[in-house]
């Protein structure tokens, strides 16, 4: 006996779920379900969309008007759009547009049963836009700020490599944290001729900058607080972080215990420098018993070129100063033994004593 399938109850073909037909089991069983129309609320300055529990932002630079409008709306859809089984795709297809009104199509494929085939749905969509100012532009536009980041050196003014440095940093980690704190942005951002001010929103993000600055230039930390009001009941405190770097930099001529040094590098594992009476490298860091002790002797600008005139065994060296031709003599074990009459070498005076500096590096 051969057995028909049964009809669908509701149109007559024959049924296979349910005892509904394909298309009718889709229609009984949509895709997704949106509510028509949907209200809107956009930052008029950051793009930021309204969503319930606050505001969403838009990351990386600010689109154009066209791509800002096409991800707010996906952000919104995210939101209000209920997907009533998964593995659904969505996209959108703009139909009208108006000054705050948009009339869009919303094109859903999927599966209403994984033992049915992949059909396609579409739903008339009215969003209404409306302008406002989100949490973090308007802490922003009222010059709000929870915490000051000062960075300074020690009798002397920022290198032009350090303020590109630091200010790369203090970008870099701000814009990592958007989007996460509402208060990680910056203020104001200052310059004089005792360095760098940032105030900044978050006292989280200050301190953030803080340690990585503070570690990229082996800096001293100092941190205070100062009270501003009353919330609640409880008192409130401004933070404010001073970073001091230290007097020497890069090329300068330090002393680690007893001996006179050339820093080669400096970076956050500490200081590789050069010793002069030694000719040989090490390398000192915060934890080092000696760290406190370093004292600063001379610019890298006391560093002078000369060339060697003569050099004989058991003899001071003889060398003229390549600018002022001036005659020095420096002991001749300082020396390279390929540093021959003519080569051009570079020496520093420390304690009335000439010492011969390490090959400066190539620029």
């Known amino acids: 006996m051969i057995t028909l399938p049964a009809p669908c109850y509701l149109c007559g073909e024959n049924a296979v779920l349910e005892g509904l037909c394909a298309s009718c089991y889709a229609k009984e069983h949509p895709l997704i379900h949106v509510d028509t129309p ?16 606050g505001w969403k932002v838009i990351t990386g630079p600010l689109p154009a008007k066209d791509e800002l409008i096409e991800r707010q709306l996906e952000m919104l859809l995210h939101q209000s759009v209920k997907h009533h089984v998964s593995g659904v795709e969505i ?37 209404r836009f409306s302008h406002g100012t989100c949490d973090t532009c308007g802490m922003m536009s009222g010059g709000y700020y929870n915490a000051i980041l000062q960075i300074r050196a020690d009798n002397r003014t920022l290198t032009e490599y350090e303020e ?10 701000t814009v990592e944290a958007y989007g996460k704190d509402v208060k990680a ?7 004089d001729k005792y360095g760098l001010d940032f105030r900044i929103g978050s006292e989280h993000l200050c ?3 803080a340690d990585e600055i503070e570690r990229t230039f082996l800096a001293d930390k100092k941190v205070n607080y100062k009270l501003v009001g009353q919330k609640g009941g409880k008192d409130q405190y401004r933070t404010t972080i001073l970073l001091r770097l230290h007097r020497f930099v890069t090329g300068d001529f330090i002393r680690v215990a007893t001996k006179p040094c050339q820093i080669l590098s400096m970076s956050k594992k500490g200081i590789s420098c050069y010793d002069l009476t030694e000719s040989s490298t090490f ?41 002022t031709y001036e005659m020095l003599e420096v002991e001749d074990h300082l020396l390279n033994p390929e ?18 500096c390490p090959k400066p590096r190539q620029s």
């Open 339 to 356: 540093s021959k009459n003519g080569s051009v070498v570079h020496v520093v005076q420390i304690d009335k004593r000439f010492y011969r």
């Open 185 to 191: 942005f910056i203020t104001s951002a200052s310059k």
């Open 91 to 127: 996209s959108l297809e703009e139909e009208n547009r108006l000054d705050r009104v948009l009339h869009i199509r919303v094109n859903a494929s999927g599966r209403s049963h994984n033992t049915l085939p992949s059909h396609q749905e579409s739903y008339p969509l009215e969003v």
């Open 207 to 209: 301190r953030r900058l």
């Open 164 to 173: 590109e440095k630091i200010n790369t940093i203090v970008t870099q980690r």
């Open 38 to 53: 949907l209200q809107i609320r956009t930052c008029k300055r950051c793009g930021a969309v309204k969503v319930p529990g």
């Open 283 to 323: 390398t000192i860091n915060p934890k080092s018993s000696k760290w406190k002790g370093i004292e600063f002797l001379a610019p890298s600008s006391e560093s002078r070129q000369c060339m060697v005139i003569s050099r004989q065994r058991g003899q001071p060296a003889q060398l003229m100063d390549s600018k």
